[in-house]
């Protein structure tokens, strides 16, 4: 009985562990969304743009979001979609490759959202785009994400500016979109098998002590 009890526990957990490896690699490729509709790799010229821009002073009496909006800025937009309202959030992700030029944080500030079909652009402030406590000479890559529902379908485009930049030497900029709800992170499915361990351990145990 006690070698069935222990093939039979270890056998569970190996299920599970397979399981929840399998989950994990989905949820990696799907932590912005199911479907990647749009990849851009930022031209060289914008990216030589990006490097030399020089942000503008902060808005005295504003607050930080209302005087990033509205501060100076290197634009870059891509070429018009249509995004479904049926496959909700679309989601703008920002990755910015690079180097540290000195020790400390490297840290760049985006304006991100879209391009109507009026041409007038609907932004939020991306947050989460530095590398605290970088090293000099460090190779630095960042990303931040953007969830936008649309209302109704219609035509947009990716709107992406640089508002400031500080201890890092520009080496490329990928945007993508993603539509869909994204799938749970690593560690919410971890928590997740966790407790179906737990619960499927327990549950061999008072099997055990009710045959016994």
């Not at 006690?2 to 989950?23: F, P, S, Y």
């Not at 942000?55 to 100076?72: F, R, Y």
């Not at 870059?76 to 020790?103: K, L």
């Not at 009026?118 to 530095?130: M, S, T």
């Amino acid at each position: 009985m006690r070698a069935m009890w222990k093939r039979m526990g270890v056998a569970t957990v190996g299920m599970l562990t397979l399981l929840l490896a399998t989950a994990s690699s989905a949820a990696d490729d799907k932590k912005f969304g199911q479907t990647r509709i749009a990849l851009y790799d930022i031209p060289a010229t914008t990216i030589a743009k990006f490097q030399a821009f020089k942000p503008s002073a902060p808005m005295k009496g504003e607050s930080v979001i209302v005087s990033t909006l509205l501060a100076d800025s290197e634009s870059w937009a891509g070429p018009e979609f249509v995004a479904s309202a049926t496959a909700n959030p679309h989601t703008i992700v920002v990755t910015v490759r690079g180097t540290a030029t000195a020790d400390g944080d490297a840290s760049t500030l985006w304006n991100v959202g879209w391009v109507l079909e009026d041409g007038v652009r609907r932004l939020n402030v991306l947050p989460g785009i530095a590398k605290v406590g970088a090293k000099a000479g460090e190779r630095v890559e960042v990303t931040g994400a953007s969830p936008t529902s649309f209302k109704e379908s219609r035509k947009v485009g990716v709107a992406l500016e640089l508002v400031d930049a500080k201890n890092i030497r520009f080496e490329g900029v990928r945007v993508e979109v993603w539509s869909g709800v994204p799938e749970p992170s690593k560690l919410e499915l971890s928590y997740a098998f966790r407790y179906a361990i737990i619960g499927l351990v327990l549950g061999l145990v008072f099997w055990w002590w009710r045959r016994n």
